[in-house]
């Protein structure tokens, strides 16, 4: 048992819905209680989706449990097949209906219907979203292309046609999916390369059906297809991409890797410095105040993985904490985090994530919403990079994350929330003058000086908590509370921090204006 | 009862489970935390629903069953055991714990009161730990706070004290309005159950005379009978009509004089009616088809139909308890259709078919119903808004109205010959 105040991924029935959700002519059937059908308010509300989940839910209650639950499903089976006429039928079932056995897959594969039926075993009590989103994926794929023969299939090159991919693992609540899609077929499109299907989003199983169609399969989102693309490399013969397009650096090796495979000669125009902006803005002198900011990464594999990437090679930044939530994905993020001088921090629990952030003092937060929130109460910048999906994650603008477009949103995206390079070198030159007095806000809106207008209760609780807490800690002269207020209130938490921190090490019992000095010496050396 | 139709229907639902009270129970006591003992679908409904990521530390969580705990009882036991004395250490704060069954814990029979009664030995007083049932396979949405009163009652202290009783949870502001307004009556004896701190329980007993302010408190109703109260059979505080009814049906029964309830109440009236009435104007005529969520249905569309002019096409309800509901019904037009139980395929097909301007509904299904061009309002915002009492109507109303303003302001009506 463990005790949860929050999760950072839902059930794995929600990973099945989420494939279900994305695509076409396809439903599910999910034997599960009435209040399971809050899953669907996932979709049409933070994905605003203007349509409902194509799932069909039993809502079983306890009086039936005394009676034939079997009977049930299978009526609801065939009211659903009645109803919608799927071209393929998923039958599962949530926690509570695992517990009772009903096996709702045999059920449906027993009532004669001429559709393919995917029978879903997803173990709800030891899986969660993304697992069971990847599971489905792969058995949707696995039974409708089981039977598929092989032999008769030609080359590009054999057929004198322009080469084709499959786009896989793009869903309905991934991160920026939508529009990585669109950036990823347009990028491809310059190389001469055709996209054939892009699943699950927007595909029938009519589509799943046409994956052998392609001369490669790229997998976008690890979490989702690879699994799918293995069993299609091993059955099908169809290689695959392991590079996700995420930086500028990662999309110049996705498309070398995939020119490779189509065995394609690689153009140069890959390597321009100007297919993104982020290239040059990142060189641009304004820039050099990026140089070595602090940054705390959190999130799913993929995405923390290509932030580190981006952080450390391609903006200057020091990456100081990198980890996530998907334990499927620990293997890959532990040599990522090694090969940075980290550990990897693998949890579920956000405040464990928090408390890794206060320990690292970043200047910038790189993480899901949840670390958003914790940022805001540490009063630290922070641009969200991945799932759990927030309705603010799906805006209305266009706003990839993959290939060049998406390397130019990442670094307005990441920068924006740091201060600019040039205004906070004024800040810096006019930090006696009277606008930055306490009290003035910055734009940014996270907390600085008396700003905290905008935390709720509970976030004033945690810092009261916070600032009382300070038994032990040396004392504060006349003299250093002055010249600490001298320092912009937007650093000076932190410095406050560390100057505590050097004088609880160096034995200090007094702060004075010295051990402040001493202090900033000790921390820049 | 009035002419209305009362009909059942079954098959696929579309509403709330029980756990889903918390989101407003664990505001109204600061002092209480609500431990689901349950799955990871169980926490991700509660954080689904509830904005969760605004709290440090929610006074919400959920232990979460693990294959292990599948496998023996005592086992699950034990662990829970644990996972309770880690809550309480980390969070001293907390001074009554309610462990709240799911579906799960239903299933595998995880006995939450047994777990309760040896924590409590345990811990001696310092915390109170109770127990109910949230779980989806036995309540709907508001039914969990039934659920959770309920739990409370045996620890009220027993009182032969003449008062009213105010049950069930209201927004702080409008409970203090209607407290003021009994005590001009002449009520001066009057508390809330539940109370703002879950250690500050109301006694009760053969004095009491209990107010219900919300629905769907079936089993609570009847567990403050068992101890001697008295139930005062009144509609509900909606709208100017329920409000006034309401609060006359208390003042008949503390015996104040109807000339003081009138002096008192007229004036309120007056000026509610002049509030509600820019919104009458846009409602009246309107066509409004409820589904079944939070049980607040049948007095909404009472007062959507009896003051506001609405045409009720069907009224939802998740189940009828037709005692409680009685005065309700009463007074609903007798052309109504009530729909008890749900198909929420047939329902949204009736919804279709008879194109109503206004459907209240659940927040899965009020984007689709838009994307068809209907205009929708959320059920759930109903026990999160300030609704109850006379003062209160052209606010009631007005979450009815501002989605039609909505309506016709992006969607103008242009002059064409169809």
Redesign the interface.
């Known amino acids: 048992m463990e005790l949860t105040l929050w999760t950072y991924e839902g059930p794995p029935h929600i990973g099945a819905m989420r494939i279900a959700t994305s695509m076409k002519k396809l439903h599910y059937v999910l034997h599960a209680p009435q209040g399971d059908t809050y899953a669907d308010l996932l979709f049409t509300m933070i994905e605003r989706r203007g349509s409902r989940p194509p799932v069909t839910y039993t809502t079983f209650q306890a009086r039936d449990l005394g009676g034939d639950t079997a009977e049930l499903v299978k009526g609801h089976i065939k009211e659903a097949v009645d109803r919608f006429k799927p071209e393929t039928l998923l039958v599962g079932e949530s926690c509570t209906a695992e517990l009772i056995q009903d096996q709702p897959g045999s059920l449906a594969k027993g009532m004669g219907f001429d559709i393919p039926i995917v029978s879903l075993e997803l173990p709800a009590y030891s899986k969660k979203e993304n697992w069971g989103g990847s599971e489905t994926f792969y058995q949707i794929v696995r039974t409708l292309l089981k039977d598929h023969s092989n032999e008769s299939k030609h080359t590009w090159q054999e057929e004198k046609r322009r080469p084709r991919v499959n786009l896989l693992g793009p869903t309905l609540l991934g991160f920026r999916c939508r529009d990585d899609v669109l950036e990823i077929q347009k990028l491809l499109g310059q190389y001469g390369i055709d996209v054939n299907v892009v699943a699950p989003l927007g595909a029938s199983p009519a589509d799943i059906m046409r994956i052998p169609n392609a001369d490669v399969n790229v997998c976008l989102y690890p979490e989702i297809a690879e699994s799918t693309c293995i069993w299609l490399e091993r059955n099908l013969n169809i290689p695959f991409t392991t590079t996700v397009p995420l930086g500028v650096g990662a999309t110049q090796d996705f498309l070398k890797e995939l020119h490779e495979v189509l065995e394609m000669e690689i153009p140069q125009s890959v390597y321009e410095a100007n297919n993104s902006k982020l290239t040059w803005y990142s060189n641009s002198v304004d820039s050099n105040y990026l140089t070595g900011k602090r940054v705390f990464i959190f999130g799913d594999g993929t995405h923390a993985l290509s932030a580190a990437r981006i952080a450390n090679e391609e903006l200057g930044f020091k990456v100081v904490g990198l980890g996530t939530y998907s334990r499927e994905m620990a293997r890959k993020v532990r040599p990522a985090a090694k090969a940075l001088g980290l550990e990897a921090l693998i949890t579920n629990d956000y405040l464990e994530v928090e408390d890794a952030i206060k320990e690292t003092s970043p200047e910038l937060v790189l993480g899901t919403q949840m670390e958003r929130h914790s940022a805001k109460r540490l009063g630290i910048p922070c641009a969200v990079i991945s799932t759990p999906m927030h309705v603010q994650d799906v805006p209305a603008r266009y706003s990839p994350q993959m290939g060049w477009e998406g390397a130019n949103v990442i670094f307005d995206d990441w920068v924006h929330p740091l201060m600019m390079g040039l205004e906070e070198h004024l800040i810096g030159m006019f930090k006696h003058d009277f606008e930055f007095v306490d009290g003035h806000q910055s734009h940014l809106g996270h907390l600085g000086g008396k700003g905290d207008q905008n935390i709720s209760k509970d976030d004033k609780r945690t810092n009261l908590q916070d600032s009382v807490i300070k038994d032990g800690n040396p004392i504060w002269t006349h003299e250093g509370e002055k010249e600490l207020s001298k320092i912009p209130f937007f650093v000076r938490g932190k410095v406050r921090r560390n100057t505590e921190n050097y004088a609880r090490q160096a034995g200090c019992r007094e702060i004075n204006e010295e051990t402040l000095y001493d202090a900033k010496a000790h921390y820049k050396a | 009862m009035s002419g209305a139709t009362l009909l059942k229907e079954s098959?696929?639902?579309?509403?709330?489970?029980?756990?889903?009270s918390i989101v407003w129970l664990h505001r109204r006591m600061p002092d209480a935390f609500f431990?689901v003992v349950g799955?990871?679908?169980?926490?991700?409904?509660i954080?689904?629903?509830a904005g969760?990521?605004?709290?440090?530390?929610?006074r919400?969580?959920?232990?979460?069953?693990?294959?292990r705990?599948?496998a023996g009882l005592a086992d699950?036991h034990d662990?829970?055991n644990?996972?309770v004395k880690?809550?309480l250490a980390r969070r001293p704060e907390i001074k009554t714990l309610f462990l709240v069954g799911s579906?799960?814990s239903?299933?595998?029979k995880i006995d939450l009161s047994r777990v309760a009664e040896n924590l409590n030995i345990e811990l001696k007083g310092q915390v109170t730990v109770l127990n109910y049932s949230g779980?989806?396979?036995?309540t709907?949405f508001t039914q969990g706070e039934d659920g959770a009163l309920k739990a409370l009652i045996p620890l009220m202290p027993k009182s032969d004290q003449k008062k009213l009783l105010l049950v069930g949870t209201l927004a702080n502001a409008v409970e203090d309005r209607l407290i003021s307004i009994f005590n001009r009556l002449g009520i001066d004896n009057v508390e809330s159950f539940p109370p703002r701190q879950s250690i500050e329980l109301p006694s009760i007993g053969p004095g009491t005379k209990v107010l219900l302010t919300q629905p769907y408190l079936t089993d609570t109703s009847r567990e403050l009978k068992n101890k001697g109260a008295e139930i005062i059979e009144a509609p509900f505080p909606l709208g100017v009509t329920g409000s006034t009814l309401w609060i006359q049906a208390a003042a008949n029964s503390f015996g104040i004089d109807k000339s003081i309830v009138d002096s008192i109440l007229n004036p309120l009236i007056l000026r509610a009616k002049q509030a509600l009435a820019p919104h009458i104007e846009k409602l009246s005529g309107k066509k409004l088809f409820l589904l079944p969520e939070s049980q607040l249905e049948i007095p909404l569309a009472r007062f959507l139909s009896n003051e506001c002019g609405m045409e009720i096409v069907e009224i939802g309800t998740p189940y009828l308890n037709r005692d409680l509901m009685k005065a309700e019904i009463d007074l609903l037009p007798s052309d109504c259709r009530i729909v008890e139980g749900q198909h929420v395929?047939k329902q949204l097909d009736r919804v279709r078919d008879s194109s109503p301007d206004l459907v209240v509904c659940?927040?899965?299904?009020?984007?689709?119903l838009?994307?068809?061009g209907i205009s929708t309002k959320w059920s759930i915002e109903m026990v999160f808004s300030p609704i109850h009492g006379i003062d209160q109507a052209s606010d009631l109303a007005e979450l009815f109205s501002r989605p039609l303003r909505r309506h016709e302001i992006l969607n103008p009506k242009t002059l064409t010959s169809n």
């Open positions: 098959g696929p639902k579309e509403v709330f489970c029980g756990l889903t431990l799955s990871r679908t169980c926490a991700h409904l954080q689904s629903a969760v990521m605004i709290f440090a530390e929610p919400f969580g959920t232990a979460i069953l693990e294959e705990d599948l699950a662990e829970l644990r996972v880690n809550l579906c799960p239903e299933v595998i779980s989806g396979i036995e709907t395929e659940g927040m899965g299904l009020a984007n689709p838009e994307a068809e």
